[in-house]
């Protein structure tokens, strides 16, 4: 298992930036895709960007262009830069394993709030 400790939320108005933080414990994480998920209130959580262990990347439309994803398999981190922030991406970030499966526990997540 992945056992994530997501960090670098904040308070930010619209149009400012922030860059969370995911450190992975396991060796999983190395031969695993990953991804950052978000849950914002009252919505199901959604995945908004993955990274292969190669270093393709993927993201949402609602995020594309504005998003940036990338890893450290040396160190077991991954990033999320967040540019261009909107009011529509205050949510709870949580990162993961691509595909998750019921045994692949969540971290407690960083809180994004957005401020218009």
Request: proline content about 4%.
């Given at each position: 298992?992945?056992?994530?400790?997501?960090?670098?939320?904040?308070?930010?108005?619209?149009?400012?930036?922030?860059?969370?933080?995911?450190?992975?414990?396991?060796?999983?994480?190395?031969?695993?895709?990953?991804?950052?998920?978000?849950?914002?209130?009252?919505?199901q959580?959604?995945?908004?960007?993955?990274?292969?262990t190669?270093?393709?990347?993927?993201?949402?439309?609602?995020?594309?262009?504005?998003?940036?994803?990338?890893?450290?398999?040396?160190?077991n981190?991954?990033?999320?830069?967040?540019?261009?922030?909107?009011?529509?991406?205050?949510?709870?970030?949580?990162?993961?394993?691509?595909?998750?499966?019921?045994?692949?526990?969540?971290?407690?997540?960083?809180?994004?709030?957005?401020?218009?």
């Amino acid at each position: 298992q992945v056992q994530p400790v997501e960090s670098g939320g904040g308070l930010v108005q619209a149009g400012g930036s922030l860059r969370l933080s995911c450190a992975a414990s396991g060796s999983i994480f190395r031969i695993r895709t990953m991804g950052w998920y978000r849950q914002a209130p009252g919505r199901q959580r959604e995945l908004v960007a993955t990274i292969s262990t190669g270093g393709t990347t993927n993201c949402a439309d609602s995020v594309k262009g504005r998003f940036t994803i990338s890893r450290d398999n040396a160190k077991n981190t991954m990033f999320l830069q967040m540019t261009s922030l909107k009011p529509e991406d205050t949510a709870v970030y949580y990162c993961n394993v691509v595909p998750r499966g019921p045994w692949d526990a969540w971290g407690q997540g960083t809180l994004v709030t957005v401020s218009s």
